[in-house]
């Protein structure tokens, strides 16, 4: 069973930088988009990103369009998220997700496998 883990996150200041990762156990899920979500407290789960599965195309989120990078490396069997220019209302857990499509993907129905979050918290 492909599994999803994510790393990176923590406490950063206004305007800080943090990158997170994201390892997949299979190697057969380099064929696949994947995506960022994150959710914050008493709010939806909302898209920050996706990249496809070459890393070659990536959509974001309008919030954090700019600001945060997304990648992937299929040797690596990880995707990234370079995050620039943080702000409080940055702050949330973050999720790494796999989605059952090549191309970059927004909606939540497009993803099926789901890493447990890493927590981001930028203060202001």
């Known amino acids: 069973q492909v599994q999803l883990v994510e790393s990176g996150g923590g406490l950063v200041q206004t305007g800080g930088s943090l990158r997170l990762s994201c390892a997949y156990s299979?190697?057969?899920?380099?064929?696949?988009?994947m995506g960022w979500f994150r959710q914050a407290p008493g709010k939806e789960r909302e898209f920050v990103a996706s990249?496809?599965?070459?890393?070659?195309?990536?959509e974001y989120g309008d919030s954090v369009w700019g600001r945060f990078t997304i990648s992937k490396d299929n040797d690596e069997n990880k995707i990234y998220l370079q995050m620039n220019s943080l702000k409080p209302e940055d702050t949330a857990i973050y999720y790494c997700?796999?989605?059952?499509?090549?191309?970059?993907?927004?909606?939540?129905?497009?993803?099926?496998?789901w890493g447990q979050g890493t927590q981001v918290t930028v203060s202001s």
């Open positions: 990249t496809a599965w070459n890393g070659g195309l990536a």
């Open positions: 299979s190697r057969t899920y380099g064929q696949y988009a």
């Open positions: 997700a796999g989605s059952t499509t090549s191309l970059p993907v927004r909606d939540t129905d497009q993803y099926h496998l």
